[in-house]
């Protein structure tokens, strides 16, 4: 069996517009990874979410005001 290994560079970056965001919750709720979490009635990410986010866009769409970007860049 020949094994090809591939090395992938790729990055992510995550962006939360605060002055859009209301806090309602939804992100911390439908993220599987629970990356989001609340503090003074805005969404916030952990510290290392780059490390269990797996990019499914729940929460970008899910946010009702459009407050959070998810940009993957895979070269
Ligand atoms: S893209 Fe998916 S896993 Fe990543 S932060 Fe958003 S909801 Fe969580
Ligand atoms: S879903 Fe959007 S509005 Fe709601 S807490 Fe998260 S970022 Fe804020």
């Excluded at 503090?39 to 959070?68: M, Q, T, W």
């Amino acid at each position: 069996m020949n094994l090809v290994v591939m090395k992938i560079n790729f990055s992510l970056e995550i962006y939360i517009d605060h002055d859009k965001c209301i806090g309602c919750g939804t992100c911390e709720k439908v993220c599987p990874s629970k990356l989001y979490y609340l503090k003074n009635r805005k969404a916030h990410l952990v510290e290392n979410y780059r490390d269990n986010c797996f990019i499914c866009h729940a929460c970008s769409v899910s946010c009702p005001v459009g407050a959070i970007v998810v940009e993957e860049d895979v070269r």
